[in-house]
Structure formats: C-alpha cells, structure tokens
C-alpha cells in the first residue's frame, strides 16, 4: 500500500513543471521516510519477543524485548542490569555483568560465539575457563525464534563489586 501510494506521489511530482528536479527528489524523500516509519510503528507488536530471566534471587521474570534489540538492553530496560554499568551494545566496554547463562535448550538456536566474544568471557572468568552457557548479552540479539528463552542472571563477580 505505502509503495503505491509513493509512485502515485511521485508520478504526480513529475508532472509539475514549477518544481526543480532537486525539490522533487526531496518531496519524494521525505514522504518516502514518512511512510516507512508508520509502517515500522504500526508493526511494533510484531516485534515483541517475550523472554524469562532467573533474577539474582532466583525468581523467574518475564522480560520483554523487540526482535533486532540485544537480549543485554531487554535486560537493562527490566531493572535486571544496570545499564550505568555497560555502555550497551560495546563489546569493548564489557564486564561481568554483561554475561548471562542461557538455558540448554536454546543455545542451539543462538549463533555461534564471535572471537572477540570468546575472548571477553574468558577474560571476564579469571579461571580462563569458558562455561558453555555463558554468552555476552550485548552481542544476542533477540529473534522472534528466541520467544520465551530462558536466561540467568549471574551474581556479580567479587572483582566487579565497587
């Protein structure tokens, strides 16, 4: 629909002679941006991905998050992180607190870990041992094939504690 109504605009645009073509480009543009942007707000129920995180007392919580957001910020915008703490989305700036374990039966469905990831966990394990579990929050990125994951929360590490 949004498509259509873009090429009528434009085909009516073309046919004004007082119009430069620079003013044109511009009409089309803005009118192109305006459409994809109620289209993308009307479809944000679509992108809702429901998710349940173990807290630090062991309670179970559902989170909720949008589909292309990072599982970390879902976390954030529940109270479970504290997003002070991380400069969310930066692997560089990750701490312990940025870790979480993931259910067994879901990290099949979780592309593999990057190197750089790999190499944050263990960095951030001290033990340099890496638990099969344990994924950077910053760098999931949630899917609507990811609805109802379940996630903990681990306890801040001793050297992360101020």
């Not at 543009?29 to 992108?47: E, I, L, M, N, P």
């Amino acid at each position: 629909m949004a498509i259509s109504t873009l090429q009528r605009l434009s085909s009516q645009l073309n046919r004004l002679p007082s119009l430069t073509p620079f003013t044109k480009t511009v009409l089309v543009r803005s009118s192109a941006s305006a459409a994809a942007s109620t289209s993308s707000s009307a479809k944000v129920a679509d992108r809702i991905v429901k998710l349940f995180a173990v807290d630090l007392d062991g309670k179970k919580r559902e989170i909720v998050g949008l589909s292309g957001q990072t599982l970390l910020k879902a976390l954030a915008n529940s109270g479970l992180i504290d997003p002070a703490s991380h400069r969310l989305e930066e692997i560089d700036a990750c701490s312990a607190e940025c870790e979480v374990s993931i259910a067994q039966e879901w990290l099949n469905k979780l592309p593999p870990r990057s190197y750089d990831e790999e190499y944050v966990l263990k960095r951030n394990s001290r033990a340099r041992v890496l638990n099969k579990h344990a994924r950077l929050g910053c760098q999931v990125v949630l899917t609507p094939d990811l609805q109802g994951m379940v996630v903990a929360v681990p306890e801040p590490k001793p050297w992360d504690i101020p």
